[in-house]
């Protein structure tokens, strides 16, 4: 976990350093986006770089700041019907889960997709405003990718509730999932760590010839199945 951590603020910085020279000084959106991407990637690169080890606390605000740009820039996705980011925060509630980072952060980073996509469903249904912010490609550019006048064009109510439906279902799904899983191989994990423990003493008590001493052990100790 530590060096895919290492390596994706390597690539992160390296990646976003070299984009925001190629930023459209006209666009401070994508001026945003790079520079929170950057920031988080370098801070994570050094972070790890410096203390050679996860820092659960500072992992999980990066998490937040990785997760805002992930909607940024599906905000502009969405809008150019281009290929959607969002699905990325499944890569980093696995993340949360496998490093136990904490359930604090897990639960706000499923709060801010689901809510997102729940808005992105009710624009796509009634055009209330979400997609006509001015930082936002022009009419004229949607058009090059949809016909409709005030693009992209509103889909009708059942379709986007369907939508909506079908993905969050999907990604609470995966969720739970994973989240038994890393469970279950965590718990493993603690009784592997428990059985070496008892396995260390027992050998510490024979190596004196004290029976009594590695037989409390073997009976009292939690050990896994052979």
Same mark, same amino acid.
């Given at each position: 976990g530590k060096k895919i951590l290492f390596y994706s603020g390597a690539v992160g910085s390296l990646m976003y350093g070299f984009s925001l020279s190629t930023v459209d000084p006209d666009s401070p959106l994508q001026? &945003? @986006? &790079? =520079? +929170? *991407?950057? &920031?988080? !990637? /370098? /801070? +994570?690169? =050094? @972070?790890?770089?410096?203390t050679k080890a996860i820092v659960p606390s500072f992992v999980e605000a %990066? $998490?937040? #700041?990785? *997760?805002?740009v992930l909607l940024l820039y599906d905000y502009q996705a969405v &809008? $150019?019907?281009n290929t959607r980011y969002w699905v990325a925060?499944? %890569?980093? %509630?696995?993340?949360? +889960?496998? +490093?136990? %980072?904490? !359930?604090?952060s897990t639960r706000c980073l499923i709060a801010m997709v689901l809510t997102w996509l729940l808005l992105t469903s009710i624009e796509s249904a009634f055009r209330f405003g979400l997609y006509d912010f001015s930082p936002l490609p022009s009419y004229s550019e949607r058009r090059e990718v949809t016909d409709c006048?005030?693009?992209?064009? /509103?889909s009708p109510v059942l379709s986007a509730v369907s939508n909506y439906g079908s993905v969050a279902s999907i990604f609470l799904l995966d969720f739970y999932f994973t989240r038994g899983f890393a469970h279950d191989l965590q718990k493993e994990h603690e009784k592997m760590n428990q059985a070496i423990d008892a396995a260390q003493? #027992?050998?510490t008590s024979l !190596?004196?010839?004290d029976l009594e001493a590695a037989e409390a052990i073997i009976s009292t100790a939690s050990l896994p199945p052979p």
């Open positions: 001026l &945003v @986006q &790079v =520079t +929170l *991407g950057l &920031v988080a !990637s /370098a /801070a +994570l690169f =050094t @972070q790890l770089l410096i %990066i $998490m937040y #700041i990785v *997760g805002v &809008v $150019m019907n925060f499944v %890569i980093l %509630i696995d993340v949360c +889960l496998v +490093l136990q %980072i904490g !359930s604090r006048p005030k693009p992209p064009c /509103a003493h #027992i050998a !190596s004196r010839f």
